[in-house]
């Protein structure tokens, strides 16, 4: 991360004016992975807000820690030593530039490939001193947070009683060798000219611009540093009170698309904190690249219609990746399709 100049400060790129900064949002569903209601209350979130938060989720707190240091250490190294994995081609290390049609955020991070037919070439490069520690604390955490998800999405395969396609219709997805998923660790380093500037202005420091995520699902593990916020049904932005101990999850275009609109693929958003570094840690799910994308059969009661058209996860993602964050690129599924809208409240 570039070292900020006062001159270059708060570059008006990176800011953002928000309507009411404080809104917490004290109702966060929670699922305990444990107990019997898990799927009947994560479906309901999933409705409502797609978004909720896991406890009880069996990952050992040792495996999220041994990466979390890991990746501080990463972070911790020279610029130079770092842009050696960079540019993000997608996958590698970046620095302010999200994607490669021109959004900023105030973020570093990592972005690496799960799928063994994406080989990124710089791999060797992103881990710092100890290159097969990194590595092998990347393959731990992602075994570990793969099993939670997949767990995560046959309870939600249960609660939505998908009784013809099966209890796996959505993790075997996941769990397919070619399965196309991708792993990001976040840094949002922290701002002080935020303090002064921002309480003048009374805008916000953007860490990360808004947008949905494009998979069938997202695990986020953060340190706890507030930044995560979502928008709610009404339009309105709040804040996720951040918490180690647990795992949101968010549900992804795809699975809006699957589940007829159902499931809500939910808008969110990172604002980068004046005084602390927020380290966050996502899983995205996604299926192989030719697997076909369609609302599932049994979702759709005799006088329900099909809202969306049968994509491959390939067409898909290569669109997405050709649009801006904020774009609303579920509208490319659509049977109307009315493309290249833009949302955003600011
Ligand atoms: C601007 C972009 C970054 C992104 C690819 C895209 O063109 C649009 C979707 C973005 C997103 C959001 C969720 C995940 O962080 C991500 C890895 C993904 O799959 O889609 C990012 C992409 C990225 O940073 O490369
Ligand atoms: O860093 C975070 O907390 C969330 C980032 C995010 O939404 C993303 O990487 O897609
Ligand atoms: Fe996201």
Same mark, same amino acid.
């Given at each position: 991360?570039?070292?900020?100049?006062?001159?270059?400060?708060?570059?008006?790129?990176?800011?953002?004016?928000?309507?009411?900064?404080?809104?917490?949002?004290?109702?966060?569903?929670?699922?305990?992975?444990?107990?019997?209601?898990?799927?009947?209350?994560?479906?309901?979130?999933?409705?409502?807000?797609?978004?909720?938060?896991?406890?009880?989720?069996?990952?050992?707190?040792?495996?999220?820690?041994?990466?979390?240091?890991?990746?501080?250490?990463?972070?911790?190294?020279?610029?130079?030593?770092?842009?050696?994995?960079?540019?993000?081609?997608?996958?590698?290390?970046?620095?302010?530039?999200?994607?490669?049609?021109?959004?900023?955020?105030?973020?570093?991070?990592?972005?690496?490939?799960?799928?063994?037919?994406?080989?990124?070439?710089?791999?060797?490069?992103?881990?710092?001193?100890?290159?097969?520690?990194?590595?092998?604390?990347?393959?731990?955490?992602?075994?570990?947070?793969?099993?939670?998800?997949?767990?995560?999405?046959?309870?939600?395969?249960?609660?939505?009683?998908?009784?013809?396609?099966?209890?796996?219709?959505?993790?075997?997805?996941?769990?397919?060798?070619?399965?196309?998923?991708?792993?990001?660790?976040?840094? =949002?380093?922290?701002? %002080?000219? &935020?303090? !002064?500037?921002? *309480?003048?202005?009374?805008?916000? /420091?953007?860490?990360?611009? @808004?947008?949905?995520?494009?998979?069938?699902?997202?695990?986020?593990?953060?340190?706890?540093?507030?930044?995560?916020?979502?928008?709610?049904?009404?339009?309105?932005?709040?804040?996720?009170?951040?918490?180690?101990?647990?795992?949101?999850?968010?549900?992804?275009?795809?699975?809006?698309?699957?589940?007829?609109?159902?499931?809500?693929?939910?808008?969110?958003?990172?604002?980068?904190?004046?005084?602390?570094?927020?380290?966050?840690?996502? =899983?995205?799910?996604? %299926?192989? &690249?030719? !697997?076909?994308? *369609?609302?599932?059969?049994?979702? /759709?009661?005799?006088?329900? @219609?099909?809202?969306?058209?049968?994509?491959?996860?390939?067409?898909?993602?290569?669109?997405?990746?050709?649009?801006?964050?904020?774009?609303?690129?579920?509208?490319?599924?659509?049977?109307?399709?009315?493309?290249?809208?833009?949302?955003?409240?600011?």
């Amino acid at each position: 991360m570039v070292v900020l100049s006062n001159q270059s400060a708060l570059n008006e790129l990176f800011l953002v004016k928000t309507c009411n900064p404080s809104t917490i949002f004290t109702e966060v569903p929670v699922v305990d992975l444990t107990h019997p209601d898990a799927k009947t209350i994560m479906v309901k979130a999933c409705e409502e807000l797609g978004l909720f938060k896991v406890v009880n989720h069996g990952v050992p707190l040792e495996v999220i820690t041994r990466l979390e240091n890991e990746a501080l250490k990463f972070f911790k190294q020279s610029q130079s030593q770092k842009d050696k994995a960079s540019p993000p081609d997608p996958y590698g290390y970046g620095s302010k530039k999200i994607g490669t049609n021109g959004d900023m955020g105030w973020v570093e991070y990592l972005l690496l490939s799960t799928n063994p037919d994406i080989v990124s070439l710089k791999t060797h490069q992103l881990f710092h001193q100890n290159p097969q520690v990194f590595r092998w604390c990347v393959e731990e955490y992602i075994g570990e947070v793969k099993k939670m998800c997949c767990e995560v999405l046959e309870k939600m395969a249960d609660g939505l009683g998908m009784i013809a396609e099966g209890r796996n219709v959505f993790s075997r997805m996941i769990r397919e060798e070619r399965s196309d998923s991708c792993f990001r660790v976040n840094r =949002y380093p922290p701002c %002080p000219e &935020l303090k !002064e500037e921002g *309480a003048l202005s009374g805008r916000n /420091l953007i860490g990360f611009g @808004e947008h949905t995520d494009p998979q069938i699902i997202s695990v986020l593990r953060s340190n706890n540093t507030s930044g995560l916020q979502i928008c709610l049904p009404d339009g309105t932005w709040a804040s996720i009170p951040p918490d180690h101990s647990s795992f949101f999850v968010n549900v992804g275009d795809l699975l809006q698309v699957m589940t007829n609109g159902r499931f809500k693929s939910v808008k969110h958003r990172v604002l980068a904190n004046s005084s602390m570094s927020r380290l966050s840690m996502i =899983y995205f799910g996604g %299926p192989p &690249l030719n !697997e076909k994308i *369609a609302p599932l059969p049994s979702l /759709l009661s005799r006088e329900e @219609e099909s809202l969306y058209r049968e994509l491959t996860w390939r067409e898909y993602k290569n669109a997405a990746y050709k649009s801006r964050l904020s774009d609303n690129r579920i509208t490319l599924f659509q049977k109307s399709a009315d493309h290249g809208h833009k949302s955003s409240d600011t």
